[in-house]
């Protein structure tokens, strides 16, 4: 569970997608950087522009900032239950040194990866990758799910307030006929008075 909490710190929001970098990917998987995108490039074919993309200046500096804000904030290590060797790749990631600009990986992305990048510790951490995505996918249905009840809610209420709205103009009505009918029954009669 805690190896599927760091994977999903790993996953970026970039141009309406959630995305995966290739250095964490390749961390992921225990191999360079640089290997997993010449497998990468050597199935081309396989990853139309939906489901890998390179980051602009821009795309990536904005992802830099918020990583490092979330770093300062977080503890200084993540500790992973029988995973010693990838402790500290969570920790920070190697920010600095790259020459060209990452790629992104979607979902379908990344679930293509399992076919190019075949070793066992790649095929474990598919399957974990795999989980924290859906496990995203899960959160953001349940966030969607309350926006849903909460406009339902307003709608009800606003309902509500027309349906006062009119019960208080009745019941006002009510009373100005009550009041009128008063001020009849007690008005200065005029003309002869017959005493009982």
Same mark, same amino acid.
Request: no cysteine; charged share 30%.
């Given at each position: 569970?805690?190896?599927?909490?760091?994977? +999903?710190?790993?996953? &970026?929001?970039?141009?309406?997608?959630?995305?995966?970098?290739?250095?964490?990917?390749?961390?992921?998987?225990?191999?360079?950087?640089?290997?997993?995108?010449?497998?990468?490039?050597?199935?081309?074919?396989?990853?139309?522009?939906?489901?890998?993309?390179?980051?602009?200046?821009?795309?990536?500096?904005?992802?830099?900032?918020?990583?490092?804000?979330?770093?300062?904030?977080?503890?200084? +290590?993540?500790?992973?239950?029988?995973?010693?060797?990838?402790?500290? +790749?969570?920790?920070?990631?190697?920010?600095?040194?790259?020459?060209?600009?990452? &790629?992104?990986?979607?979902?379908?992305?990344?679930?293509?990866?399992?076919?190019?990048?075949?070793?066992?510790?790649? %095929?474990?951490?598919?399957?974990?990758?795999?989980?924290?995505? %859906?496990?995203?996918?899960? %959160?953001?249905?349940?966030?969607?799910?309350?926006?849903?009840?909460?406009?339902?809610?307003?709608?009800?209420?606003?309902?509500?307030?027309? +349906?006062?709205?009119?019960? &208080?103009?009745?019941?006002?009505?009510?009373?100005?006929?009550?009041?009128?009918?008063?001020?009849?029954?007690?008005?200065?009669?005029?003309?002869?008075?017959?005493?009982?």
């Amino acid at each position: 569970m805690q190896i599927i909490k760091s994977i +999903q710190n790993r996953i &970026y929001e970039i141009r309406g997608e959630r995305v995966m970098l290739d250095f964490d990917l390749a961390s992921l998987y225990e191999v360079e950087t640089r290997v997993l995108n010449q497998a990468v490039k050597r199935n081309i074919k396989r990853f139309p522009e939906d489901f890998m993309f390179q980051l602009t200046s821009a795309e990536f500096e904005n992802i830099k900032f918020q990583t490092e804000a979330i770093n300062e904030v977080a503890s200084s +290590q993540i500790v992973i239950k029988d995973q010693p060797n990838l402790m500290s +790749q969570f920790v920070t990631s190697s920010w600095g040194g790259t020459r060209k600009l990452p &790629y992104a990986f979607t979902e379908q992305g990344v679930a293509m990866l399992s076919g190019v990048v075949n070793s066992d510790k790649a %095929i474990n951490m598919n399957i974990a990758i795999m989980r924290a995505f %859906i496990d995203v996918r899960k %959160i953001l249905l349940k966030q969607s799910n309350l926006n849903e009840q909460l406009t339902e809610i307003k709608e009800r209420i606003g309902e509500h307030d027309v +349906q006062l709205n009119e019960l &208080y103009d009745a019941m006002e009505n009510l009373i100005d006929e009550k009041i009128a009918q008063l001020k009849w029954n007690d008005r200065q009669r005029i003309g002869f008075k017959i005493k009982e």
